[in-house]
């Protein structure tokens, strides 16, 4: 064989091998790429990762095969300049060229974001990182900011009648004071016309009325119950007679859990004490749901200045116009209480 044909042979053999290996590697980067089973698997982010970072997550989540042509393919598209942090949904069978594409544009997915049942807001906060990216010394702090609390128009002690609890969503990056401002926005659109029209007649702010209403929800869990409790206390309230909550001692004393509130509790020193004190107290004593701020804002008309958990503990109470009546009442409480051993 000439020398000229071996040349071109060789030539020929290596532009093939080229094609072939350059068709595997352009397959790999478009064909699909994850390797699970599952319909989608999440990768998160964090700010601040580089494309070392990202790539070892992929490799780990089983979404790529190819680090060395994920990486040749992100300088190219200049990923590494544009890497956007946040909670991403990797479908099954992407190829990593839609990949880095939706990596590249922060496509990133929402968080559905839920809280009720909150007491305080180092609870609010501890849970919300559990499902954003901000950690709940991050939430706390700017729950506990005076420049942030200002802003809102709230202060330290009414600072949670700020957050409605419901479900929301927000991106995973959301940002404490983002998500404040999220609230503020959340809050007016609650109080927007008729809520608000009704806490203007009855002479109370938005949150004065959660300061009732969070009084409300520690009472009973007893939605049927809750409007009836809420005129007892806006009637004490009326004739200037204590509001006598057994939950804003609880609060003060720090006692959340107990059953039973004794005499010698009601002498304690704090502006919590509704005992000694008249008025409403300086701020929720939880989160309230929006089923007892309704509650508050259109509670039953009666004259009941008296209500008592009922004997047979079904959370339901009884009411009573009269302090005789009351009595009675509660002295059966007090029974069925002894009679089950529930002394605190």
Known sequence: MKRWKVVLFVLLLIGAVGVLVSRS???GLVGPGTRFAEESRLLYIHTG???DRVVEELLALDAISDARGFKSLADWKKYSDRIKPGRYRIPRGISANELLNKLRNGEQEPVRVTFT???HLPELAGRLALVLEPDSLEFLSAFSDP??????????????SLFIPNTYEFWWTTTPERFIERMRTEHRSFWNGDRQARATEMRMSPAQVAVLASIVQAETVKADDAKRIAGVYLNRLRIGMP???DPTLKFAMGLDSVRRILDRDKLVDSPYNTYRRTGLPPGPINMPEPRFLDAVLYAEKHDYLYFCARADLSGYSDFSRTYEQHL???RNYHRALNKRGIHR
């Open 25 to 27: 590697i352009w397959s």
């Open 49 to 51: 990762d580089d494309l």
């Open 117 to 119: 049942n909150i007491d």
């Open 147 to 160: 420049t942030l609390q200002q802003q809102v128009g709230l202060d330290a002690s009414n600072m949670i």
């Open 243 to 245: 509001l006598q909550a």
């Open 328 to 330: 009675v009442n509660a």
